[in-house]
């Protein structure tokens, strides 16, 4: 118990030097000699019970058991179990653990240990995944001496493994996602026209994927244009601005395509289809060759254009 | 001509949010095996097996058909894997289907799947590069700017995702394998949940479900020895566009207008409202559901959303729309496309249970995916084609 409320120092101890010498019998000396073998086994009662751990009587009888021993679990479920939030210095685990009955696979009866469920700190709640039917096996200590200790407790079935993943890029734009972005490190956005349908694609990738033709004419576009459609983002992610924030299709004005953008600098439920904005570049000093030089597109002072003028660009 | 293709074998896992009592083999076995058993046959009655999923980031499983191959009584025997995104599902049962319609195999497997609990697809679908801003908005966040659009053009009232969400959920009820099941689902309960991407609710989207679903594919042969009554494929069709171009519309993509059109030109199909008795389409979305119904030329333009309110693709409708809850209530994405047109083959095989559409003699699967750039679809029927 935490020594707030558990008991002082004793003033008087007993103590038989060595511990005392117990005889086991030939039952619970094969329980204890087949546990330092790294095995669990219990007796069967003349009624076909397997008792673990076993007895040289049937406790329900008091008749003797057979001499059949049976190896079983060592894998169990969990009949019952009782949460210590806070371990006192006798208690076999140092971290919030339960007490549990443990009925071994093959036994018909529950042997008491402790359960380790995992990392927790002192005082925390059981976690939900504890629970009678819980699937469990022994943890055994490397060095065994014929004891109940021989297991250090039981802890669940391995049910799921970690896989961690990881991919290292040399990551290249290519040459015309290049020269966009040369364009936005010197605060000019850029786009290619398509020699057949003659729309201006910004950013330009090289080519026009309706016409599948290469494209290299270049044209520069202001950073003004209109948004055409948006949604306003409420699931928070650690990758993304403060929720509410909107992204918004913005149509740069004599572009042929949308691109999608972050809108800002007026409150999420007041932006609109049809509304003007203008990008909002950070300081030039902080300016690279990434989009991230434009931090979003903020409203501008013109009226809102028709629905029937961005329509087709949806 | 191409040789006739029967559905045979149809198995589903039930859809849940996490499937720890099994590994990814597991789960596609317990699909695979429900779909040999309702054909009764057995794993090397099997020509070729082809299995598809949605990107690999998801489960972070590079090329799963090599270490599925055993677990799906592959080996000495073809497989191969189909990547659409979303569609990938519909596009694997349709590659599968070619290898019977082009005489290459007698009984071919198909399974898709998919175990989100592994890991993030919202995570997995927001890769960033270092040359673009971090816009982390998901599938949601991508898909609502289209429903924004489609509002506006097309007129709707507000409360028509609404009714798609309940009507689906409704269905779920009907089905034992669904994921989302929520009695007593109501417009008040829709409309009571948060915004997550306005203008989609939080039940207005689908969940993210751990599952798969599998069928097995046969040859007019083959099919004569099958024990229950088998669907036939009238057509199918694939088309895809890319994300972004200068005139792409985006809420009603041309290539799912495409895929359509080829697919009821297979089936000699002129009016699939009043020619098809049931559809099962790919609206993870509630507003999907008026948006496809104008893709696939249910009704004309800015039609879609009266079909929905007047009731029209309810279970008891004239053309009931996702009898089986759709993806709006399970959605393992990989197999979602797969359980369309699974679906679709039980309505006309008569096997779709407490959902069954009366009388159904065809019905058309549909899957859709990336930026609605992906279209895969079949029109099945009773009857040989």
Redesign the interface.
Known sequence: MPSDTGPSEPNHVLEFPGGYTRSVGPVIGRFLSELRDGRLVGVRTAAGKVLVPPSEYDPDTGEDVTDEFVEVGPAGTVTTWSWVPRPAKEHPLGRPFAWALIRPDGADTAILHALDVGVFEEGAKPPRFLKSGMRVRPRWRPDRSGGIGDIECFQPEVTTINAPTRLEYELKGGRALGRFLEGISQGRILGHRCPVCEQVIVPMKGLCPRDGVATSEEVELPDTGTVTTFAVNNIPDPRAPEVPFVSAYVLLDGAGLTMLTLVAGIPADQVRMGMRVKAAWRPREEWDRTMANIKWFEPIDEPDVPFEEIKDFM | MADRCAIIGVGQTAYRTKR?DVSMAGLLREAAKRALEDAQLTWKDIDAVVVGKAPDLFE?VMMPETFLADALGATGKPIMRVHTAGSVGGSTAIVAAGLIQGGVHERVLTIAWEKQSESNA?WAL?V???????????A??YF???I??YM??SGAPDHIGTLVAVKDRQNALKNPYAHLKIPGISREMVEST???????RYLETCPSSDGACAMVLASEDAAKKAPSPPAWVHGTSMRSE?M????????SPQGGKDAAADVYRQAGITDPRRELDCAEVYVPFSWYEPMWLENLGFCGESEGWKLTEAGATALDGDIPWNASGGVLSSNPIGASGMIRFAEAALQVRGLAGEHQVDGARRALGHAYGGGAQFFAMWIVGSDKP
């Open positions: 720890l972070g919202t927001t960033n590069s270092p040359f673009t801003t971090s816009l982390v908005v998901g949601g966040g609502a700017p289209h924004r659009a506006r053009r948060p915004m997550l991407w306005e203008p989609i890319p972004t171009f200068a005139g792409r519309d985006s809420v």
